[in-house]
């Protein structure tokens, strides 16, 4: 157990819906991360949050937004749902925004049908 | 374009053998490189991570990688796997953002 919640596990919904995943970072963590990970275009980078703001963005689509809030636990939105946007969607956290080691959860799947 | 590549996308060893994953990377400067492992249905797990100094880097579980400058490499290896180890296990590098490779799935045969 990585100490990194999220919620929910799993999540399935229908093209044009708008969903949002929860992340709740380690005790003491400041930087949480998102990621996305499908079978065709692997493990992606999408953002980075630090101690409330954004630090960094990569391939995260404009249909997509996510915020860190004052307890710190972070949200993605994820509007428009495409059929390709089905993926596991993975939060992780770390202690400081450098190189410190990242923590993962378990991770949400999201089925869009 | 910066790219992590881990050739092999399935392995297979017998349980006791000695292991080593391939990962190559094109980044301008060297970037930071991480190991991570992923078992199934779970998150991500940092095995190891080089940012200076020693080319061998020991991790958990008995895993050790290698960099090689001179062949941009980040070879992970383990002298005795375990069936235990059977997972996927991804090469990352970093420089302003991170960037894995495909993956390589680890298959143990008894």
């Known amino acids: 157990d990585s100490g990194v919640t999220q919620t929910p596990k799993h999540l399935i919904t229908a093209t044009g819906q708008r969903v949002t995943l929860r992340c709740s970072p380690r005790?003491?963590?400041?930087?949480v991360y998102w990621y996305q990970q499908s079978l065709d275009q692997g493990l992606q980078f999408l953002i980075h949050?630090?101690?409330?703001?954004?630090?960094a963005k990569g391939n995260i689509l404009e249909r997509f937004s996510a915020q860190q809030f004052p307890d710190l636990h972070s949200e993605l939105n994820l509007s428009s749902l495409e059929l390709g946007d089905s993926a596991l969607y993975f939060c992780?956290?770390?202690?400081?925004?450098?190189?410190?080691?990242?923590?993962f959860g378990p991770g949400t799947r999201l089925l869009v049908l | 374009a910066q790219s992590v590549t881990q050739p092999d996308i399935h392995i297979t060893v017998s349980e006791g053998a000695s292991l080593e994953l391939r990962c190559n990377y094109s980044?301008?400067?060297?970037?930071?490189l991480f190991w991570y492992v992923q078992s199934p249905g779970q998150g991500l797990q940092l095995l190891l991570k080089?940012?200076?100094?020693?080319?061998l880097v020991q991790g958990i579980k008995g895993f050790e990688a290698e960099f090689k400058r001179s062949q941009s490499s980040f070879n992970l290896r383990k002298p005795s796997v375990h069936w235990s180890d059977a997972a996927e296990y991804f090469c990352?590098?970093?420089?302003?953002?991170?960037?894995f490779g495909k993956g390589t799935r680890l298959h143990i045969l008894p």
């Open positions: 992780a956290s770390s202690v400081g925004g450098g190189t410190e080691t990242q923590y």
């Open positions: 005790s003491g963590d400041l930087s």
């Open positions: 949050y630090y101690n409330g703001e954004e630090r």
């Open positions: 990352a590098a970093k420089d302003d953002k991170i960037i």
């Open positions: 080089y940012f200076s100094g020693d080319t």
């Open positions: 980044y301008g400067a060297t970037p930071y």
